[in-house]
């Protein structure tokens, strides 16, 4: 499987982006992981059936998903600095559910788009 991501880019605070992940083919639970300068990768959002986020998205980021594309969406609004980072798409046919914020859960992996917030 093969993951596509775009959508990334500069914007300052308050403003929206939104992130799109294809993949190459139908899967089971595809995701966001972003990882910002001297952190680690950390969980942000997935969809499996229903919506997945971490807390510090919640009201403000928006996971969606077209089947028919096999292509997943993050519409990300009301941006901070803090939201500043490589955003990575990830995804997986064997996920356990009690796994999903977890890097190793996931299977396949594109390439990273950098999302960078100015304050």
């Known amino acids: 499987v093969q993951l596509q991501a775009s959508g990334g880019g500069l914007v300052q605070a308050g403003g929206s982006l939104r992130l799109s992940c294809a993949a190459s083919?139908?899967?089971?639970?595809m995701g966001w992981f972003r990882q910002a300068p001297g952190k680690e990768r950390e969980f942000v959002s997935a969809?499996?059936?229903?919506?997945y986020y971490a807390d510090p998205v919640k009201g403000r980021f928006t996971i969606s998903r077209d089947n028919a594309k096999n292509t997943v969406y993050l519409q990300m609004n009301s941006l901070t600095p803090e939201d500043t980072a490589v955003y990575y798409c990830?995804?997986?046919?064997?996920?356990?559910?009690?796994?999903?914020?977890?890097?190793?859960?996931?299977?396949?992996w594109g390439q990273g788009t950098q999302v960078t917030v100015s304050s």
């Open positions: 083919e139908r899967i089971t639970t």
């Open positions: 969809f499996r059936w229903r919506e």
């Open positions: 990830a995804a997986s046919n064997t996920l356990i559910l009690s796994t999903m914020t977890k890097e190793t859960a996931y299977a396949y």
